[in-house]
């Protein structure tokens, strides 16, 4: 009995593990999501030293920044500068084939 109970636990954190990287692909392809994306390209905020403070147009935008610093496609390498990990966008978008 004890077995079956690792078993399924193991099961549980490998699906969780999956639909966690599945959210956070979803995140990156929702139009603020994107739009977010866009505006960090146009200022050219794409490296450690080219971050730039953020200022979002609407609380949608916020969010929508909120969760793609919380996984990783967003840096905040000093105090309120942010930029783009290109890398990282590229990785969550091929991991979870989504479209660029």
């Known amino acids: 009995m004890f077995r079956h109970t690792e078993s399924l636990r193991e099961m549980t954190n490998a699906w969780a593990d999956r639909a966690h990287g599945f959210l956070a692909a979803l995140n990156t392809a929702s139009l603020p999501a994107h739009q977010v994306i866009i505006k960090f390209r146009e200022a050219g905020a794409v490296t450690r030293h080219s971050a730039q403070r953020f200022h979002p147009s609407s609380s949608i935008e916020q969010d929508a920044f909120e969760r793609l610093l919380r996984i990783g496609v967003i840096r905040q390498p000093s105090y309120a500068h942010y930029y783009l990990d290109e890398p ?5 978008q091929r991991e ?4 660029e």
């Open 88 to 92: 990282a966008l590229a990785a969550v």
């Open 96 to 99: 979870h084939r989504l479209p």
